[in-house]
C-alpha cells in the first residue's frame, strides 16, 4: 500500500511565523501536491510538482511557495503566516490514471 | 459556475437506508470519475473510479456516471453507521483533479 506521511498532525502558529510542512510518499510516485480543505470549499489545488525540483502553481498559490529536493519528499512553506491560512493542508501523491493518495492531514491554526 | 457542483448536505440517514449522492460538472471534455471517502481527522481515501458512462459496482456501493447530463452519482445499498463520513467526487480534468465541496454522510443505528 501507498504510504503518505505528513510531519505534524496539528500545528498552531502564531501571524508571521515561517511555517515547514513536509510530506514524504514510499511509494515512488512523480507526482506530488499540495491541497487546502476548508469547510464548504472542498479541495484547493495549491501547489504541485511532477518531478524533482520542479513545481507548478495550483488554484490558490499566493502566500505559499514548495519545495522538491527528493523525489519522495514535498515541503509547503508559509513564508509569513496569516491567519486566512488557518485550515487543514492535505498532501496528496499520483499513481496511474490520476489516482491520488493522500496523507492524514494537518490541521494549522495560525493565532 | 463552479466546474463541480456537489450538495454538502448533511445528509442523516437510518441503518440500512439506500443513499445516494450527487455531483454535477460543468465540462463534457471531463474523463475520469472518482469518489473518495474521508473519515473525520483523517485524509481521503480512494473508493471507486470509473472512466465511462454506466454504472460500476463494488460491493454494496455503486457508482453511475451520465456523461449526456453530466452527472455522477455514488449509491450505498444497506448503509452502515461505519459508511458515516464525507463523500467527495471527483473528476479528471485539465490534467489535474477537480474536487466536489464534500457531502457529509450521517448513517444513525
Known amino acids: 500500500d501507498v504510504k503518505v506521511t505528513q510531519s505534524s498532525r496539528y500545528l498552531v502558529k502564531r501571524t508571521g511565523e515561517k511555517v515547514f510542512l513536509e510530506c514524504v510518499q514510499d511509494?515512488?510516485?512523480?507526482?506530488m501536491f499540495w491541497y487546502r480543505q476548508d469547510p464548504g470549499l472542498g479541495l484547493r489545488l495549491i501547489y504541485f510538482s511532477y518531478d524533482v525540483k520542479m513545481k507548478e502553481k495550483g488554484d490558490i498559490p499566493e502566500g505559499y511557495s514548495v519545495s522538491r529536493e527528493k523525489k519522495e519528499r514535498f515541503s509547503l512553506i508559509l513564508e509569513s503566516a496569516s491567519t486566512n491560512q488557518t485550515s487543514m493542508y492535505l498532501c496528496?501523491?499520483?499513481?496511474?490514471?490520476?489516482?491520488?493518495?493522500f496523507g492524514p492531514g494537518t490541521r494549522l491554526t495560525v493565532l | 459556475q463552479k466546474e463541480v457542483e456537489q450538495d454538502p448536505g448533511p445528509l442523516s440517514v437510518p441503518e440500512g437506508a439506500i443513499v445516494s449522492l450527487n455531483c454535477t460538472y460543468s465540462n463534457s471534455a471531463f474523463q475520469y470519475f472518482m469518489w473518495y471517502r474521508q473519515y473525520s481527522r483523517k485524509g481521503p481515501e480512494l473508493l471507486m473510479y470509473?472512466?465511462?458512462?454506466g454504472n460500476k459496482e463494488d460491493g454494496r456501493f455503486t457508482a453511475q456516471v451520465d456523461k449526456s447530463s453530466k452527472y455522477i452519482s455514488l449509491f450505498i445499498r444497506d448503509s452502515q453507521p461505519s459508511d458515516s463520513a464525507t463523500y467527495l467526487c471527483?473528476?479528471?480534468?485539465?490534467?489535474?483533479?477537480?474536487f466536489g465541496a464534500g457531502t457529509r454522510l450521517a448513517v444513525h443505528p
Open positions: 470509473t472512466y465511462s458512462s
Open positions: 496528496a501523491c499520483e499513481g496511474g490514471l490520476q489516482e491520488q493518495f
Open positions: 511509494m515512488d510516485h512523480e507526482n
Open positions: 471527483a473528476i479528471s480534468g485539465y490534467n489535474k483533479l477537480i
